[in-house]
C-alpha cells in the first residue's frame, strides 16, 4: 500500500499567515493527489485535485504545487474559515491513503 | 441538487451486523465509482472500499476484508456496505462519496456520515 505522509500535524497560525502543509508518498502517485478541509462535525470538502487543480468555489487563497512524491498545499494569506484539518489523499493505486491530518489553530 | 444521505447506522454489540445506505440523488448515479471512508472518534479519515458503476468491481482496505461487501442498486441509486462481526475498533462515522468514472479520481460529494458505535 501508498503510505502519505503529513507534515507537520498541527500548526499554529494567526489570520494573515502564509501556510504550507506538505504530503509525501512512499512511491511516486504521479499527479494523483488531492486535498481535503475538514471542519469538526462535518464531512470533508474536497479543494484541490490532482496535485494543482482548484475546485471550483474554493478561495484562490488556496493552491497546490507537486508531483511524483512530493507535494504542498499553500494557503496565501489564512483567514478565520480556514481553522480546521486538512487531509491529503492519493488516488493512483487502491487501496487509496489518506495522510494523518495537519490540524491549522489559532 | 447533487447529494448522498448516509443512513443505517446505530450502536450494535461486538460480533454484530449491520448494513449502511447512502442514497444518491440529482446526478446520474452509474457514471460514478461509489467509495466509504470511514473516521474513528478523534481520529484521520480511512478508506475503506470502492465500487465501479456497474458493481462489477469492488476493492477494500486490507483492515476490512472478509467483513465488510460493498454493492449497489443502480435502480435505486443506492450504494450499501455490509459490515459484519463488527468489533470496536469498527465504530466511527461512516461516509459515502462519489468520483466520476474517467475524472480526475477525487471525492467530489460527500455524504453527511452515519454513525456506527460497536459496544456491549
Known amino acids: 500500500d501508498i503510505q502519505m505522509t503529513q507534515s507537520p500535524s498541527s500548526l499554529s497560525a494567526s489570520v494573515g499567515d502564509r501556510v504550507t502543509i506538505t504530503c509525501r508518498a512512499s512511491?511516486?502517485?504521479?499527479?494523483?493527489l488531492n486535498w481535503y478541509q475538514q471542519k469538526p462535525g462535518k464531512a470533508p470538502k474536497l479543494l484541490i485535485s490532482?496535485?494543482?487543480s482548484v475546485q471550483g468555489g474554493v478561495p484562490s487563497r488556496f493552491s497546490g504545487s507537486g508531483s511524483g512524491t512530493d507535494f504542498t498545499l499553500t494557503i496565501s494569506s489564512l483567514q478565520p474559515e480556514d481553522f480546521a484539518t486538512y487531509y491529503c489523499?492519493?488516488?493512483?493505486?487502491?487501496?487509496?491513503?489518506f495522510g494523518q491530518g495537519t490540524k491549522v489553530e489559532i | 441538487e447533487v447529494q448522498l444521505v448516509e443512513s443505517g447506522g446505530g450502536l450494535v454489540q461486538p460480533g454484530g451486523s449491520l448494513r449502511l445506505s447512502c442514497a444518491a440523488s440529482?446526478?446520474?448515479?452509474?457514471?460514478?465509482?461509489m467509495h466509504w471512508v470511514r473516521q474513528a472518534p478523534g481520529k484521520g479519515l480511512v478508506w475503506v472500499s470502492r465500487?465501479?458503476?456497474?458493481?462489477?468491481?469492488?476493492h477494500y482496505a486490507d483492515s476490512v476484508k472478509g467483513r465488510l461487501t460493498i454493492s449497489r442498486d443502480n435502480t435505486q441509486n443506492t450504494l450499501y456496505l455490509q459490515v459484519n462481526s463488527l468489533r470496536a475498533e469498527d465504530t466511527a462515522v461512516y461516509y459515502c462519496?462519489?468520483?466520476?468514472?474517467?475524472?480526475?479520481?477525487?471525492?467530489?460529494?460527500w455524504g453527511q456520515g452515519t454513525t456506527v458505535t460497536v459496544s456491549s
Open positions: 462519496a462519489r468520483v466520476l468514472v474517467g475524472g480526475t479520481r477525487d471525492m467530489d460529494v
Open positions: 440529482g446526478f446520474t448515479f452509474s457514471n460514478y465509482w
Open positions: 465500487i465501479n458503476g456497474d458493481g462489477s468491481a469492488t
Open positions: 512511491q511516486t502517485i504521479t499527479s494523483y
Open positions: 490532482t496535485a494543482s
Open positions: 489523499q492519493q488516488s493512483y493505486s487502491p487501496p487509496w491513503t
